[in-house]
């Protein structure tokens, strides 16, 4: 399983209940990578998107403790356990996480591979992700050259958890 975040210098993700930044290049990177994929994201994230629709071309699961939420177009679930019954009908390299803060730290540990986009400006942030560099079980296995968009730096990281 997957995650996929864009993750300022301080590992900051989001304020206000918004992206801290948009990058075009980036947007498109998290299109093309989960188009025809499945994504799982939190009520929050959910309805952080135009409309509060859920993604085209991606099959959206979206979890939620409230038993009478619905939204056409998006498969409901209501707790980690049940996510990860309806996961079995997918391939696992398939499925990404998508956010934001609470699904992101409830479903890392589920996760084996991490596109973490790694922007080099710090904002005012009140929602961080788990700093991957200072953790002992996920290493780097990849990254883009820098990329520049007008004045701001940001690179494309793979990270992997380490085989035990
Ligand atoms: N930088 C990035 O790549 C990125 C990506 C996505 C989001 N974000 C940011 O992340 C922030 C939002 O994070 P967030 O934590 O507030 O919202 P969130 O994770 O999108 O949604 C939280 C909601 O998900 C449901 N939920 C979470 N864990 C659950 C569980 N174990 N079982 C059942 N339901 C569960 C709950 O819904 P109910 O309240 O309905 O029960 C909870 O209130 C925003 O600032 C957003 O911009 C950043």
Not at 21 to 28: E, H, L, R, T, W
Not at 70 to 76: F, L, P, R, T, Y
Request: net charge negative; glycine share 6%.
């Amino acid at each position: 399983m997957n995650i996929i975040v864009a993750v300022d210098k301080n590992w900051g993700i989001g304020k206000d209940n918004r992206l801290l930044v948009s990058i075009p290049a980036d947007m498109k990177f998290f299109r093309t990578t989960t188009t025809g994929k499945i994504v799982v994201m939190g009520r929050k994230t959910l309805e952080s998107f135009p409309g509060g629709q859920p993604l085209k071309n991606r099959t959206n699961i979206v979890l939620t403790r409230d038993v009478n939420y619905k939204v056409k177009g998006a498969v409901i679930v209501h707790s980690v356990d049940e996510l990860m019954e309806e996961l079995k009908k997918y391939d696992s390299e398939d499925v990404y996480v998508i956010g934001g803060d609470s699904v992101y730290s409830a479903l890392l540990d589920h996760c084996d591979t991490a596109h973490v986009t790694k922007i080099d400006f710090a904002y005012e942030a009140d929602t961080w992700f788990p700093n991957l560099d200072e953790r002992k079980d996920w290493s780097v296995a990849g990254a883009s050259e820098e990329q520049t968009y007008f004045d701001l730096e940001y690179q494309f990281v793979q990270y992997k958890r380490n085989k035990e």
